[in-house]
């Protein structure tokens, strides 16, 4: 049963000329003053949406983009922040990049948020897909498996570091502590202090490819899994559904369908689904033509790519459209009714499944972020509430 509603921000600012027909990705730049904004925009949208019950308020880590898309570079620094401007809502890492982390310091800013927050901060770990970001800070991403190679070693360390009083770690890329004497001894374990009060330590991750050496892993470790790609049947978020079971049953875990994992949906709603396609199109072709050069959407062909680039050829070309999304159940776009309904079948279909994320696209500007998230903690939201309160009186 679905009893918990995030959201992910990414960290866009407000910006014109949104879709295939506005300005392209490359040609984006704004002002320091203009990117500085987008903290004004996560605090507005995580005390509203704190006031109208949602679970979480997820936000991602991001380096250098001038282009005004993603632009919060320290999430935990940001959610201690926002933990004091609000009062129950959850602050997520969605996600920290560990190859731009050296681990244990990683481990420690965690704990500190932790202890702080009074547990109020979700950890979130992630490999990272911006070449500019990741490689700058001196890791691999161009070299996919000594990405994940590294990936797991320091997911491997910041786990011994949460949850052990005293660890050490011998690996390809770390040796800890370092072999030296110290103090009249010779090191051999260190202590991250102070570690997290809360453990085990909640920790999400998205799920892209959906191999099984990455999903295997997560299992090992308990981590949890956000997933998207569409909800239609035979989609890609139901194969992943399906390999997340097989690798927690590989470990002697039986899962219910959707157990452990969140849903990730973009949204817009309207008094019909005509008014939201016409509405919300734009900030659809404007994510398109940010993330799809980035090979997160994997059917793009590289002319499609190409295509996109081009502000007078990509809204006449054969390029992926906000209905098409909508009909692979990628997008909610309609009525209040029309989004409860969909989300209503998700949770007989899955009845594991007890928490989505519904997000708005980049380029949406901060009112109509604040409107639609207004709207949606208003009139759909309470349809899931209402099941929640009522299920204890129906077991009795």
């Known amino acids: 049963m679905i009893t918990k509603f995030d959201s992910l921000f990414a960290g866009h600012i407000d910006m014109e000329n949104a879709g295939y027909a506005g300005t392209a990705v490359n040609d984006r730049r704004f002002p320091n003053e203009h990117l500085a904004t987008v903290f004004d925009k996560a605090e507005a949208m995580a005390k509203l949406m704190d006031r ?3 679970n979480a308020f997820w936000m991602a880590e991001h380096h250098f983009q001038y282009e005004g898309y993603e632009c919060i570079p320290n999430v935990l620094m940001a959610a201690l922040h926002l933990a004091h401007l609000t009062r129950n809502i959850k602050i997520g890492c969605g996600f920290n990049i560990t190859p731009m982390w050296h681990p244990l310091r ?17 950890f979130g770990v992630g490999r990272g897909y911006h070449t500019r970001e990741v490689e700058t800070f001196g890791s691999p991403l161009l070299d996919q ?18 949850n052990n009083e005293s660890f050490s770690h011998h690996g390809k890329h770390y040796t800890l502590p370092p072999e030296v004497p110290y103090r ?17 330590v909640e920790c999400w991750q ?38 997340w079971q097989e690798a927690h049953a590989r470990i002697g875990q039986q899962l219910e369908m959707g157990e ?23 900030f659809y072709e404007e994510n398109m033509k940010m993330f799809g050069e980035l090979r997160l959407v ?16 990509a809204p006449y070309a054969k390029l992926p459209r906000i209905e098409d999304a909508i009909a692979n159940g990628g997008v909610l776009c309609g009525s209040p009714e029309q989004v409860i309904e969909h989300l209503k079948a998700l949770e007989k279909r899955y009845p594991g499944l007890d928490r989505v994320s519904v997000s708005l696209s980049v380029g949406v500007p901060k009112s109509v972020c604040l409107e639609q998230l207004e709207w949606f903690g208003k009139e759909v939201l309470p ?14």
């Open 298 to 313: 994997r059917a793009l062909s590289d002319e499609q790519i190409e295509i996109m680039r081009d502000p007078k050829r």
């Open 106 to 122: 990683l481990a420690e800013d965690y704990a500190t948020a932790d202890i702080l927050t009074g547990g109020r901060v979700i």
């Open 383 to 396: 349809e899931f509430q209402k099941a929640k309160v009522a299920e204890p009186a129906f077991a009795n």
């Open 206 to 243: 998205p799920i892209q490819g959906g191999t099984a050496r990455a999903m295997d892993f997560m299992a090992k470790h308990g981590i949890r899994g956000l997933i998207g790609g569409g909800s239609a049947e035979g989609g890609a978020m139901h194969r992943v559904v399906l390999g």
């Open 260 to 282: 452990r994992l969140c849903f990730g949906f973009h949204f817009y709603l309207a008094k019909n689904r005509e008014q939201g396609i016409r509405e919300a199109g734009k």
């Open 52 to 54: 109208l019950g949602y």
């Open 145 to 162: 498996p000594a990405n994940r190679e590294l990936f797991e070693e320091q997911v491997d360390i910041i786990f011994k570091a949460f």
């Open 184 to 200: 009249g001894y010779d090191l051999k374990e260190l202590t991250v202090v102070p570690r997290p009060l809360r453990l085990p």
